[in-house]
């Protein structure tokens, strides 16, 4: 069934409170909820509580057990006639959380009780009308084993804990702010706490607590750090304050996603929590920090004012990404951040955006709501927010945002409130920007400049096209914003940064005052979330690679230098790959930049991103030029590669910035160097991965050496296992390095480690770390025999059977096989095709492939 955006009505009850009764146990857990109901308008509607796979054992209705005739159920659904405007509906039902290998719901994690509502686990609890804008306050009790579950966790503040008979005891915790049930949770286990407080602007203090394995509780500095940071980041920059007395986090070893924001009670993947130097590389740790924030600021953009309907996730994703993203940035370099999230946003959202998954950042329909937590929703979702903020300037976009706030605390709201409060905080008409909302695909700008030197004057003209994309054959123009500047190529000056709105299809700007040809820095800070083609030559390129003082702008030309030099060398041109060398050289010598964005700039377009380039991918012709040119790179600075290598070895280890820049280009000069082939290349990575007092490095030498054949290959494998093979999250990094391999044999050895003692489906990141990993591996997954496709496709069937949420997200890859040649077109389909021929084929994964072959 297809749900419609168009279709949206208000609920027809209400239910402004809910009382909730758990006797937890993993084999068989009761769940008795109590819902004050109301009815809203004016209509005769039955009562309908979502449920899914649940079976009531009794329905109370003001307090008398309605007979078997007096409700039924429908599609999962509870029915019941009521003929009054306000009742108590009392329910009863059974669950058997050990047995919920779908992680939604009520299910059992590594001893731990948990729950995962978002977006529709809550029917899996108990019967609710399970949609964001109907809100409750919540009051739940919880009993359950003392020993085994000593710890008892809800949303909300704890009010009171007793000893019960039989070892058990119980907790009754209770939620003042009235809320959807996407957002309830509740957790039960042996756990021991991190615990801290906050003292907010208003001077109240908050208990913090980050509960963990016992074990696990020297790896949650990071954490609280990071939790103790973005409140105080969301008190300076944006006005919000915490509201409850008590926010805890718990991690949890299986999840289906990064983490949740639940009210005061944020579920964690572990791997967004735990962090140490043993096991925890400097991504990793940026990760923490992020999703933490992340997390922790979904209680003003997301649970304080909450989404009316699913159609509306990125009212509350993008803009939570967005100021994820700034806290991250202010918290490290500006720059470097901007580099990395635009570098997902085309590797994950560029890729969605231009095939048969593309959907606006606002979609109009689904078939299961579980699919539409995409790089579309969530990345360039935060893209719109930022040329929002940029289009208004710092001071007009606080004013809006807090005229959103305060205009819809507490209520359910839609991305149009969210546009129309910037409009009259913000005071600027975004008449057309809203089409950021409605149309899908990634807009195309060609800019061209043209210089008259009689008139000493320059001409800027810029197209925009918005390809087709499914069910949206002819788009309208954007409203494009873009930062540009025009460079004096002799004294590499220029004169000042200027946004200009591309609004029409077409468009011209003039600028005078130029005797000399200038050379255009255009998206400058990558300003609009758009492919911009231009005329500049490769001269043009390396003088803004070395003289842009944006420093998005000036990776970007070093980006396109590499790229146009690959793009020839791929379709057997002999382009001239000096002034990439002399550009790589220049800015491995600049003393003026910072060592990571160095790190950055220097390292060549990934496969994946050349094959964006292309028309059709041609996998095997991408690595081959690639390589050589890697190896290129590698051998003719080698000089630079060997003393970079050793000057950035550090003595004792830290987090701090300057240090994790330092470890960026350390890894970056020991891949170069072991590329350019030097015989001692595996010897020196084996020596980094020995000696290394932290994963950062010590995964990198792993993963240059995954790359070869070496014999320290297998030795560093074998070393990396039995150190780490007790710790899953570690383990998954040896799993995942062996994906990412670009190694002439990795399907092989992905299918034999499928196969491996330590893989199992029933964990969605040992999963990720397999498969998610080989599927984005551009030459081993699409290796000409379509075996590739084979290994994801029988996971994604097997999975399917457990876990359908995680088994759709891999089915994306087999989707763009418009992109490729016919041999590995008609291969990918035929995957598809087996899919869904498998009988019993859940929603998700049905939706994703049948969209896949459309
Ligand atoms: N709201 C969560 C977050 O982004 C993610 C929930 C994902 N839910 C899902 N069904 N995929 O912070
Ligand atoms: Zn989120």
Redesign the pocket.
């Known amino acids: 069934a297809v749900i419609r955006r168009a279709d949206y009505r208000a609920p027809d009850w209400l239910i402004p409170d809910i009382a909730l009764d758990f006797d937890l146990d993993p084999a068989l857990t009761r769940v008795e909820a109590t819902l004050s109901v109301t009815r809203n308008g004016d209509h005769d509607r039955p009562l309908r509580l979502d449920g899914d796979g649940l079976v009531p054992l009794a329905v109370k209705v003001d307090g008398r057990t309605l007979e078997e005739a007096e409700w039924h159920l429908e599609a999962g659904a509870l029915i019941i006639p009521l003929s009054g405007d306000s009742h108590r509906i009392e329910t009863l039902v059974e669950l058997a959380p050990q047995s919920n290998s779908k992680l939604m719901g009520l299910y059992a994690s590594g001893g731990l009780l948990c729950t995962q509502c978002?977006?529709e686990g809550f029917r899996r609890i108990t019967f609710f009308p399970d949609r964001p804008d109907v809100l409750s306050r919540y009051s739940v009790r919880m009993s359950a084993d003392k020993a085994r579950f000593p710890i008892l966790l809800a949303n909300g503040d704890p009010i009171e804990q007793a000893d019960l008979p039989d070892g058990r005891h119980s907790a009754l915790w209770n939620d003042p702010f009235p809320k959807p049930c996407y957002l309830f949770a509740l957790v039960a286990g042996d756990l021991a706490c991190n615990a801290d407080s906050f003292v907010t602007m208003s001077g109240r203090e908050v208990q913090l607590g980050i509960w963990v394995k016992e074990a696990d509780l020297p790896r949650t500095a990071h954490a609280m750090k990071a939790l103790k940071d973005s409140m105080a980041w969301d008190e300076r920059v944006y006005g919000r304050e915490y509201d409850l007395d008590v926010f805890n986090i718990v991690a949890v070893a299986d999840f289906?996603?990064?983490?949740?924001?639940n009210k005061g009670l944020n579920i964690f993947n572990s791997r967004y929590i735990l962090a140490d130097p043993e096991t925890a590389t400097d991504i990793d740790y940026d990760g923490v920090e992020g999703v933490v924030a992340?997390?922790y600021f979904?209680n003003w953009s997301g649970n304080r004012v909450t989404c009316r309907d699913w159609f509306q996730l990125s009212l509350k994703?993008g803009f939570t990404v967005f100021r994820d993203q700034n806290f991250s940035a202010d918290m490290g370099s500006h720059a470097v951040k901007r580099i990395e999230d635009v570098r997902i946003l085309r590797a994950a959202q560029f890729q969605e955006d231009s095939g048969p998954l593309a959907h606006p950042i606002r979609p109009e329909s689904y078939m299961e709501i579980?699919n539409f937590?995409t790089a579309t929703i969530y990345n360039k979702g935060a893209e719109v927010i930022r040329m929002m903020a940029l289009m208004l300037g710092a001071e007009r976009f606080r004013a809006g945002s807090d005229l959103y706030f305060d205009r819809h605390d507490g209520e359910a709201a839609t991305c149009e409130d969210f546009v129309a409060a910037m409009e009259e905080g913000g005071q600027i008409d975004l008449g057309q920007f809203r089409r950021w909302y409605e149309q899908a695909g990634t807009p195309h700008v060609r800019a061209l400049l043209s210089h008259d030197p009689v008139a000493q004057s320059v001409e800027l003209t810029l197209e925009q096209t918005v390809p087709a994309t499914p069910g949206q054959p002819d788009k309208q123009p954007m409203a494009i914003p873009l930062r540009t500047a025009l460079f004096d190529p002799a004294t590499g000056q220029h004169h000042g940064d200027e946004l200009l709105m591309l609004t029409e299809p077409k468009q011209s700007f003039t600028f005078t005052g130029f005797a000399a040809a200038p050379v255009l820095s255009i998206n400058r800070g990558f300003s609009a979330p758009v492919i911009v083609e231009t005329n500049r030559s490769q001269a043009d390129l390396a003088f803004l690679s070395a003289h842009d003082d944006d420093p998005f702008a000036r990776y970007e030309a070093m980006q396109q230098l590499m790229v146009n030099v690959l793009i020839g060398r791929i379709a057997g041109q002999d382009t001239d790959d000096g002034a990439v060398i002399d550009a790589i050289r220049n800015t491995l010598t600049d003393p003026a930049l910072d060592p990571a964005f160095v790190a950055e700039t220097i390292r060549l377009p990934s496969e994946a991103y050349l094959g964006d380039q292309m028309k059709i991918v041609d996998p095997d012709a991408i690595h081959a030029a690639r390589d050589a040119l890697q190896t290129k790179i590698g051998a003719e600075l080698m000089p630079l590669w060997r003393d970079i290598h050793a000057k950035t070895k550090a003595n004792a280890f830290s987090i701090s910035s300057a240090a994790k820049g330092a470890r960026k280009l350390r890894n970056a000069a020991l891949h170069y160097l072991v590329a350019s082939g030097a015989q001692d290349g595996p010897a020196i990575a084996f020596g980094q991965f020995s000696e290394a007092d932290n994963m950062t490095e010590r995964q990198a030498a792993l993963g240059t050496l995954a790359n070869g054949s070496s014999p320290e290959r297998e030795a560093a494998l074998d070393i990396f296992y039995n150190r780490y093979s007790a710790d899953a999250l570690t383990l998954d990094k040896w799993f995942q390095t062996q994906a990412f391999a670009l190694h002439p044999d990795a399907v092989e050895q992905v299918q034999a480690l499928g196969q491996h003692k330590d893989f199992t489906l029933a964990n969605p990141n040992r999963v990720r770390s397999l498969y998610g990993a080989f599927a984005g591996n551009q030459w081993a997954f699409h290796h000409g025999s379509g075996k590739g496709y084979a290994l994801v496709a029988d996971c994604i069937i097997a999975l399917d059977k457990l876990n359908p949420?995680t088994a759709a997200r891999l089915v994306p890859p087999l989707g763009r096989w418009k992109r490729f040649d016919e041999g590995r077109a008609a291969l990918m389909r035929a995957q598809l095709q087996r899919i869904l021929a498998q009988p019993g084929l859940s929603k998700d994964v049905t939706e994703q492939a049948s969209k896949s072959l459309e």
């Open positions: 978002e977006a289906n996603f990064g983490a949740m924001e992340h997390e979904h994703e579980s937590y949420q």
